[in-house]
C-alpha cells in the first residue's frame, strides 16, 4: 500500500513538473491560473487532471475539442512515478533521486524547447551544492559551460551544466 501512494504522489508531481515545462517558457504562472486545453482553452475539470488515469481513459485526446495530447504528459507522471518508487524502496541514492528528476526535466524541455530554462538547472544545483561535498571536479565543468557560453565548442553550455551536476552522484572511483 505504501508502494501504490508513493507511485501516486510521484505521478503527481510529474504532472506538475509537465506544468513547468508548458508555463516557464511562456512566462506564465507556474502556480496561479488552471489548466486548460491548448487547443480550445476549456479549462479542464478535476476529472481531466488525475495523473496516467486521465491521458489512458480519454485516449490520449481533449474531451472537449479531441485534439491530441502530447504523449510526453503521461511519460513524465509515469517517470515521476518510477523515480519515486525507486527511491522510497532505497534503490536510488538521494543524489542519484534529484539527479534523475532533474535529468527528467530538462529532458522535457530540451525535447520541447531544445534549450532548458538556467533558473531551473540553477535550483537544482544549488540545493546540490548546500547538501552535498563540493570537489574540483566540479569546477571544471562549471569553467567548460562558461566557455562553451562564450565559443563554439560545438557541446552546449547546459550539456557542461547537467555533467556539473552529475557530477554529484555519479562517480567512476566507486
Not at 508531481?13 to 515545462?21: A, E, K, W
Request: aromatic residues 22%; hydrophobic residues 55%; positive net charge.
Amino acid at each position: 500500500m505504501d508502494i501504490l501512494f508513493i507511485f501516486v504522489i510521484g505521478s503527481i508531481f510529474g504532472s506538475f513538473f509537465g506544468l513547468i515545462v508548458d508555463r516557464i517558457p511562456l512566462r506564465k504562472s507556474i502556480i496561479f491560473g488552471r489548466s486548460h486545453c491548448d487547443s480550445c482553452q476549456q479549462l479542464l475539470a478535476y476529472r481531466d487532471l488525475i495523473p496516467i488515469f486521465s491521458q489512458i481513459s480519454s485516449g490520449s485526446h481533449c474531451r472537449y475539442c479531441k485534439s491530441k495530447i502530447p504523449y510526453l504528459y503521461v511519460f513524465l507522471e509515469f517517470s515521476s512515478a518510477l523515480i519515486f518508487v525507486l527511491a522510497w524502496v532505497n534503490y536510488l541514492k538521494p543524489s542519484q533521486f534529484l539527479l534523475i528528476i532533474l535529468s527528467l526535466i530538462l529532458s522535457a524541455f530540451d525535447y520541447r524547447q531544445h534549450s532548458f530554462p538556467f533558473v531551473i538547472w540553477f535550483i537544482f544545483a544549488l540545493s546540490f551544492i548546500l547538501i552535498f561535498p563540493l570537489s574540483p571536479l566540479f569546477y571544471f565543468w562549471l569553467i567548460l559551460a562558461v566557455l562553451a557560453e562564450k565559443f563554439n565548442l560545438r557541446v552546449g553550455s547546459g550539456d557542461f551544466l547537467w555533467f556539473f551536476t552529475a557530477s554529484f552522484s555519479l562517480t567512476f572511483l566507486n
